[in-house]
């Protein structure tokens, strides 16, 4: 098995570094809408998104910790039966957050809103 050397280190860190990028431009632009758009409180949305990071601390932790402790399919990889499944999950919200957003336009589209 090849070493994990520091470019390895630094190529999984600059790929982390970019998603995080992504994640915190979202983030942003979701507080921008909430609070001009909507007329969200900005108290409110930083509450939310502060129990949010805190309660994705905890289930990040106990999600980490599944593959280690139940061993799901036969093969001999940790992982894989779990990245089958959820992938599952994910296009599932996919599709609902795409189908929500169909919805509101066809509803736009039929009653002239």
Do not use: E
Not at 27 to 37: D, E, H, K, L, P
Not at 64 to 80: A, E, M, V, W
């Amino acid at each position: 098995m090849k070493k994990f050397g520091v470019r390895d280190q630094v190529g999984y860190m600059l790929g982390d570094v970019g998603g995080s990028f992504v994640n915190l431009y979202i983030a942003s632009f979701f507080i921008i809408f909430c609070t001009y758009v909507l007329g969200v409180s900005p108290y409110f949305m930083g509450t939310m998104f502060l129990v949010g990071k805190i309660f994705d601390a905890f289930i990040t932790a106990i999600m980490g910790t599944l593959p280690d402790r139940f061993k799901i399919g036969k093969s001999g990889d940790k992982f894989k039966p779990w990245i089958n499944f959820s992938k599952w999950l994910l296009a599932a919200s996919c599709l609902l957050a795409l189908l929500t957003c169909l919805v509101g336009i066809l509803q736009r589209f039929i009653f002239g809103l």
